[in-house]
Nanobody, 127 residues
Framework: QVQLVESGGGLVQAGGSLRLSCAAS????????VGWFRQAPGKERDFVGG???????????EFAESVKGRFTISRDNTKNTVYLHMNSLKPEDTAVYFC?????????????????WGQGTQVTVSS
């Protein structure tokens, strides 16, 4: 079992930045794929980005078009933590952000593929 805890959300002005953390406990998940999703009120949970493992210490990330060029993902395996770096934030980025993980190496844009989920952290971007 893997437990995921997100943190780092908050209120930020448009154009600002936030870094979300997804800390894992229960077991090492350096080889797990990790996805970030967000859900705004009344809307579906949407894929934001995913980090896939391609062996050793090599990972690659993919992002939704809406955040490409503004968001990045990194991980620190010594801390068993994955980060979502969000820059140039817009009011439409306002949502609850979730991280998710799966023992498979390749991240999916489909929420149903992920086995483990965090509780979510609120991000609010004011105009």
């Amino acid at each position: 079992q893997v437990q995921l805890v997100e943190s780092g959300g908050g209120l930020v002005q448009a154009g600002g930045s936030l870094r979300l953390s997804c800390a894992a406990s229960g077991r090492t998940f350096s080889s797990y794929a990790v996805g970030w999703f967000r859900q705004a009120p009344g809307k579906e949970r949407d894929f934001v980005g995913g980090l896939s493992w391609s062996g050793g210490n090599t990972y690659y990330a993919e992002f939704a078009e809406s955040v490409k060029g503004r968001f990045t993902i990194s991980r620190d395996n010594t801390k068993n933590t994955v980060y979502l770096h969000m820059n140039s934030l817009k009011p439409e980025d306002t949502a609850v952000y979730f991280c998710a993980a799966n023992p498979g190496a390749t991240a999916s844009y489909r929420a149903s593929w992920y086995v483990y989920w965090g509780q979510g952290t609120q991000v609010t971007v004011s105009s």
